[in-house]
């Protein structure tokens, strides 16, 4: 029984990130810098997911999840109150849609997320984590690691298939530091 809807789950989310990176007319395998993640979003924020709500959408055809996130600090953008985003994929009952290279956010974990509006299976003009994975750094001890280590990139137009911070990730400080040059050009 499980088999039956594992097969379609998974050619469903293919299908779906497929149309999305099409869609959105952005190609999320080539590597990403902090340069081009800060310039193509609208806020970065460092925050602690407080909870993820996993539901299909209004067709009934994709799992998306949205995550509440408490802002420690922006980094770029402005935003009242708690943060909600989300991303596609999710599991409601026994049907899991996993989108391979997503950003993975559990509640009680602290991130640094690079969210922009685009345009979800079901679901428009919705604040999320565009660059998938790239998208979202593990903050741990001072340090943000990128989510997209050990993902396959493409070389981003110099070559690099790097992640920002390569496997130790980036102090903090310096990811700060980055984001907000970067913003102020």
Request: hydrophobic share 40%; with cysteine; charged share 20%.
């Amino acid at each position: 029984m499980r088999a039956r809807r594992t097969l379609p789950a998974l050619i469903l989310a293919s299908t779906a990130l497929a149309l999305w990176a099409a869609a959105s007319s952005a190609t999320t395998l080539i590597r990403q810098g902090l340069d081009q993640l800060t310039t193509r979003n609208d806020l970065v924020v460092q925050g602690r997911v407080l909870d993820i709500h996993s539901y299909w959408n209004a067709a009934h055809t994709f799992i998306l999840t949205d995550a509440r996130v408490r802002p420690a600090r922006f980094l770029k953008g402005n935003h009242a109150g708690d943060v909600s985003c989300t991303v596609m994929g999710g599991s409601v009952a026994d049907t899991t849609t996993l989108i391979v290279g997503g950003p993975d956010l559990v509640p009680g974990s602290d991130y640094v997320l690079f969210l922009g509006h685009g345009n979800l299976p079901g679901g428009e003009a919705r604040l999320t984590v565009r660059d998938l994975a790239q998208g979202a750094f593990d903050v741990e001890e001072g340090r943000a690691v990128s989510q997209a280590l050990g993902e396959p990139l493409l070389p981003d137009t110099a070559g690099r298939t790097d992640v920002p911070g390569g496997s130790n990730g980036i102090t903090l400080d310096e990811l700060v530091r980055q984001v907000h040059a970067q913003d102020n050009r």
